[in-house]
DNA sequence: GTGGTCTAGACCACA
DNA sequence: GTGGTCTAGACCACT
């Protein structure tokens, strides 16, 4: 059972993807806390921990959560590690709005240049929605 | 509807993403190939048109052309253009639903980093599935 | 004369303040930014040439710029260059109000820890304001 | 109004310029010297009381402290705390303009990049100068 | 021990 | 030529 304040997420890396290590970390980080893995306050494996995980060197998870401190997703205190942050984005209704089509655009395009019906996509996002413990209805 | 000879597949890139620009192009040729939205003998985009539809360097859509031909996916006919080959794509439904999941993970978990519900993101879908013009139900 | 498109801005570097080489980089740009000697789609030098003018390492360089396209300052495009990017940032009154606040009381404070009086500040920023060209009225 | 042998040097940290805590410190007790807000014989919070004050590790005021010694900016006295001597900072008018158009600069770029005129940045500093206390004029 | 900065140098992707 | 990623290893700042 996790006790606040200690991260047991399990990082993988696929090596042949194309896709840089520190973007995959920084995915990871995000898919977590989307789904309720990570919360605010709790800290994330140290930089040289998580590099020998990951078989990698230690810059390059540093990159990582330099580029996530940058983006508000995590706060680092000097010496003693790196935290998931309580990063809060307000928007207003309209702004809201233009920000979703966006990213719902830039989905649904790639989805339908890959042959994705609705049909699948709308099954697709149930499916997943639940699992990332999204909430069902707008505050 | 497609007349054989003529490609009506709508590419897509993900600029941010990472993955290389001519890596994205063959994927989805060869998703297109795998469910059937491209057959044998079909002429794929010029390099300079395609290179034009994207907004890339004509010499990133040579590259995925050219090793999409190593690969025998596509072959170049001099002087005339690039068409599909008879080779056999295998993607079955699983290896689908991987793709697809792969790529609605990453927008649920960047919409829910700006708090949308499920409700608002399927309302949002729906909307934009239509005027996209995406098919409605999977061939 | 500048001609769009071109970058005459001179870097600089105090290898002595402890500030990192990439702090000042960025610093140097935004400031740039803020005074109108650089503006939206003008290119930045490559990374390779501000290595040789500071006489540091190009992956530092690349650090600051990569850090400047996180925070959408610039956009790069692979294989052409660095640009100054169209950043707006879009806020309502009242987030307006809360921001301009927010960094105005870290300023105070710091200023009023090393001794400066509101009479030197508010002479010390109107010099500087018009310096920086800042616009005298809200629009 | 300073009774001596007790100080009130109001201290401040910018946790996010890369300037080393301890390097912040002695600064700002330099400035004070300089201008006569600190004289010999004042004494300096404790450790303890400073680190809990500016929240951060008591090992970097300590670093800060013991660093001042060295330099005979203060003298410590085993058991009754840390003093300031009688060590003459030269801090001309020209040096102190430029530490303040420094931090001005910084302030101002930043409140540039997100918009605001002259104007609303100068009534700003009136409101929160007078409710952070900040002494009107120059001693 | 923690993270942060910088260098040096290799290799890749793109124009 | 452009920028991007990764490694290896040094040294610093802070807990």
Known sequence: MNTKGESRLEFSLDMKSGVPFYKQIIFQVEMAI?????????????VRTL?????????TVARAYAEMEIRNIVVTQQ???????????????????QVLSQITKVYLTKAASF????????TNINDLGSELKLKKETV
């Open 34 to 46: 989307a789904d309720g893995r990570l919360e605010k306050g709790v800290q994330l494996p140290t």
């Open 51 to 59: 590099a020998v995980d990951l078989s990698i060197n230690p810059n």
């Open 79 to 97: 010496g003693s590690g790196t935290f998931i942050s309580d990063k809060k984005i307000n928007l207003n209704a309209i702004e809201r709005e």
């Open 115 to 122: 042959g994705f019906s609705l049909e699948e996509i709308l």
